[in-house]
């Protein structure tokens, strides 16, 4: 079931009683982002350079939504965020030893790796992949959300498909309206352009 959504009129979102920081526009701590997140909603919360949309990578029915939202294809995938590798590792094939060193040299920071996926891990969440797209993020805000649900987060750019990034909490508001559960208080990183990402095995750079 979607949580409620608060809005300026004082109406319960999830539950959760939030701040009103300005007219029209309010913002949830980490926690509550985090128990939004663990019933099955979506969230937007700041990373390294934009605002992404996130959920449970195991919730189905908010996996769906993002990509509804977005009006992204559901054969492309989507990006894992975590505060720690071994949040990932229930989503990955074990990897030889002489494969992660190269990522985990490089982590936490802003460095996605395309690696095997294990067979469980679902379609909607890898698209039309064997492998899937990890990040372990060094963001203050990322790192506490992770750590409030206790588990990697879905991280996909607040945007609708071939639209520019959200580098703000009132932006992605204007777009997204009602369509999400919640945005996350904090602020984007300083970089200027998304994340790197390349595959872990064969090394190729995928977005530079």
């Not at 996926?117 to 990322?142: E, Y």
């Not at 588990?151 to 777009?175: D, E, F, G, K, P």
Request: with cysteine; glycine share 8%; proline share 5%.
């Amino acid at each position: 079931m979607k949580p409620e959504i608060m809005r300026q009129d004082g109406i319960k979102h999830g539950g959760i009683k939030q701040r009103r920081i300005e007219q029209k526009l309010i913002l949830a701590s980490a926690l509550e982002t985090a128990n939004i997140l663990r019933r099955g909603g979506v969230v937007a919360y700041p990373t390294e350079s934009c605002y992404g949309l996130g959920c449970d990578p195991e919730n189905h029915s908010a996996l769906r939504r993002i990509l509804q939202i977005k009006r992204r294809s559901k054969h492309k995938g989507l990006i894992l965020i975590a505060d720690h590798l071994c949040r990932l590792r229930r989503f990955l094939k074990p990897l030889p030893q002489e494969f992660t060193d190269e990522f985990l040299a490089g982590w936490p920071g802003p460095y996605t790796w395309v690696l095997p996926a294990r067979p469980s891990v679902s379609r909607w969440l890898r698209g039309n992949h064997p492998t899937i797209a990890v990040r372990v993020s060094r963001h203050r805000q990322v790192k506490a959300l992770c750590r409030a649900a206790g588990m990697a987060v879905v991280s996909t750019s607040a945007n609708r498909s071939r639209r520019s990034i959200l580098r703000s909490a009132t932006a992605v508001a204007q777009q997204f309206g009602d369509e999400i559960d919640c945005i996350m208080e904090g602020s984007i990183g300083c970089a200027s352009s998304p994340t790197i990402i390349r595959d872990g095995i064969t090394g190729e750079y995928l977005r530079n």
